[in-house]
């Protein structure tokens, strides 16, 4: 089975309140980018997971893991 | 002024007419930079797809006339035509697009996931490319009367309409999700 890169960006971002806009903003990216990460779609390259675990106060362990 | 000439100012002015156009359109929206950038990439998304069977539907012009009749004018200014328009997507997909928005409205709409659509989809343009190349090359063997014009024709048609498609494909998967 392959492997995925899963997320907790959705529910970290519903805990401190944030539209994927204002965290697009954050990270400077397009909504579509957050959107697309958070759906699983999009694996994003480490200096955006960086951002994106930076902009929500967690660490990039924290909010990604890999699935088998 | 020979018909080429002609059909590629009338492409250039048709390229210069969309743009200005589209320009108008978004004059009086007072939008920030981010709100701005999710708007013109979702018309891009929707954009895309329409201009890869627009370019196609261009191919008629040409083929029609492959098997060595002359064409008239009106074709071969069409043809010109589909040679701007090709270079033109050729252009969007090689750069970040929307050449007279600010920078910063650039470099976000070209971020991380667009670049990985974009890169995408030109693997796959290539790709089509070099298999129609491959195609075109075996049918020389069989019969030689092929031009140089037509074989690259053929080649530029598949590798950039697959391109074009593929990407507006993933942008719209993109903004779909949303």
Redesign the interface.
């Known amino acids: 089975m392959p492997e995925r890169l899963a997320n907790r960006l959705k529910e970290r971002r519903a805990e401190l309140g944030l539209t ?2 204002e965290l ?2 954050k990270v ?6 957050v ?3 958070e ?1 699983g ?2 694996t ?2 480490a200096t ?1 997971a960086i951002k994106l675990a930076r902009a929500l106060g967690l660490s990039v362990e924290q909010l990604f893991w890999v699935e088998n | 002024m020979n018909a080429f000439t002609i059909g590629l100012l009338v492409g250039l002015g048709v390229v210069l007419v969309i743009a200005a156009i589209a320009k108008w359109r978004t004059r009086n929206k007072p939008m920030s930079v981010a709100e701005k950038a999710e708007f013109l990439s979702k018309r891009r998304a929707r954009m895309l797809p329409a201009l890869a069977v627009i370019f196609l539907s261009q191919q008629a012009t040409f083929f029609s006339q492959m098997t060595g009749g002359e064409h008239v004018s009106a074709e071969k200014a069409k043809i010109s035509a589909w040679l701007v328009l090709s270079a033109l997507m050729l252009f969007a997909l090689a750069t970040k697009g929307f050449w007279f928005e600010r920078k910063e409205v650039r470099d976000l709409i070209d971020d991380e996931n667009t670049q990985a659509n974009r890169n995408e989809a030109m693997r796959l343009g290539f790709l089509l490319a070099m298999g129609a190349a491959i195609a075109v090359y075996t049918l020389t063997m069989f019969d030689p009367t092929v031009t140089a014009r037509e074989a690259v024709h053929i080649v530029m048609s598949f590798g950039i309409a697959a391109a074009i498609l593929r990407w507006g494909v993933l942008e719209r998967r993109a903004h779909r999700d949303a």
């Open positions: 994927q806009a697009a903003e400077g990216v397009t909504r579509k980018t959107n697309t990460v759906n779609v999009f994003p390259s955006l």
